[in-house]
């Protein structure tokens, strides 16, 4: 049974940062491409950014480049997502995902996702 885990959310004013975790079971991280999304309640889930699969190459949407940084560790099978800089626009639930066979751009699309963790709540506020 496969497992994805988030952890590392919290409160955090403007400008501050976060580093959140997804550790994984049941499942190699080196053998998927994984990514981070995040969810506003009542909203679609929106990309925030991937390792691709292979080439590690990373992909960050738009309003995150420059600040936030993802990366994992296979020795320990989890994936971060390092948060520099965040703005109230930040605010959401962040879940973690994890793809087989998955490249390029649709890595974007949520679809294309096999396994999710709950996620976490990041909350940026004075």
């Known amino acids: 049974q496969v497992q994805l885990v988030e952890s590392g959310g919290g409160l955090v004013q403007p400008g501050g940062s976060l580093r959140l975790s997804c550790a994984a079971s049941g499942r190699n991280l080196s053998d998927s491409s994984m990514a981070w999304f995040r969810q506003v309640s009542g909203k679609e889930r929106n990309f925030v950014s991937a390792?691709?699969?292979?080439?590690?190459?990373?992909y960050y949407h738009e309003s995150v480049k420059g600040r936030f940084t993802i990366s994992r560790d296979i020795a320990k099978n989890t994936l971060y997502l390092q948060m520099n800089s965040l703005k109230p626009e930040d605010t959401a639930v962040y879940l973690c995902a994890a793809a087989a066979s998955t490249w390029g751009s649709a890595l974007y699309n949520s679809r294309n996702y096999d396994n999710w963790g709950q996620g976490t709540q990041v909350t940026v506020s004075s």
């Open positions: 390792i691709e699969y292979m080439s590690e190459r990373r």
